[in-house]
């Protein structure tokens, strides 16, 4: 049975930096408000080299849409390249930008 447990409750973390124009255009927060929707948890922090830092957390379809939120951003966001790693799971308790 020990197959069996590998895709029950499967939680993942992903590290994410986002590049491009994401500062200024309210990407952390419209960040929160999409992870909140999608049930992940983590943090989203602006970076010294223009970008956005975020750690993420959640079942792997709500990542893989908050991925691809990601790609696009809130409005007025130009996302240029967005890098995504795998990372140990922290068990954040919300989501805070």
């Given at each position: 049975m020990a197959g069996s447990e590998c895709c029950i409750n499967?939680?993942?973390?992903?590290?994410i930096t986002i590049f491009g124009?994401?500062?200024?255009?309210?990407?952390?927060s419209s960040a929160k408000e999409k992870a909140e929707e999608l049930g992940v948890t983590?943090?989203?922090r602006n970076d010294p080299d223009g970008s956005v830092y975020m750690e993420a957390e959640g079942g792997e379809k709500a990542l893989e849409e908050f991925l691809a939120w990601c790609g696009k951003g809130p409005a007025g966001a130009k996302v240029e390249k967005i890098e995504s790693f795998p990372g140990g799971e922290k068990r954040f308790t919300g989501f805070s930008a």
């Open positions: 499967t939680m993942a973390h992903r590290n124009e994401v500062q200024g255009v309210f990407f952390r983590g943090f989203a």
